[in-house]
C-alpha cells in the first residue's frame, strides 16, 4: 500500500510564500501523475497542478505564474512552491499520486492567508 502525507501548510500574510510538501512511502513504481489539489470551506475540491510522467506540466489559470510543481524521485517526494498567495487561495491541500493506474491521496494540509 502507499501513504502519502503532506506538511508545510501555515497561516501567511496576503503576498507571502509557502511551499508544500508530500512525501510517498510504500511500494512505489510506475507513477503516471502527481498533483495537488485543494478544497475551500464550502466549495467543490478543484485541481490547482498536476506533473505528468513525460515532466509537462499543467497548472489552474487561477495560479498559473505564482505555483510551481515539482518532485524528487529519489525522496519519493512531490512539492508544490506557493507564491505571490492570495486570501482566495485559502484551503485544505491535498496531494495526488497516481501509482501503477491507482490514486492515492493525502489527508490534507491547511493554507491560510490572511488580508
Known amino acids: 500500500q502507499v501513504r502519502l502525507v503532506e506538511s508545510g501548510g501555515d497561516l501567511v500574510q496576503a503576498g507571502g510564500s509557502l511551499r508544500l510538501s508530500c512525501a510517498a512511502s510504500?511500494?512505489?513504481?510506475?507513477?503516471?501523475?502527481m498533483a495537488w489539489y485543494r478544497r475551500a470551506p464550502g466549495k467543490q475540491r478543484e485541481s490547482v497542478a498536476r506533473?505528468?510522467?513525460?515532466?509537462?506540466?499543467n497548472y489552474a489559470d487561477s495560479v498559473k505564474g505564482r505555483f510551481t510543481i515539482s518532485k524528487d524521485d529519489a525522496k519519493n517526494t512531490v512539492y508544490l512552491q506557493m507564491n505571490s498567495l492570495k486570501p482566495e487561495d485559502t484551503a485544505v491541500y491535498y496531494c495526488?499520486?497516481?501509482?501503477?493506474?491507482?490514486?492515492?491521496w493525502g489527508q490534507g494540509t491547511q493554507v491560510t492567508v490572511s488580508s
Open positions: 495526488k499520486i497516481n501509482n501503477r493506474n491507482i490514486d492515492y
Open positions: 510504500g511500494f512505489i513504481s510506475n507513477i503516471n501523475t
Open positions: 506533473l505528468t510522467s513525460q515532466g509537462s506540466t
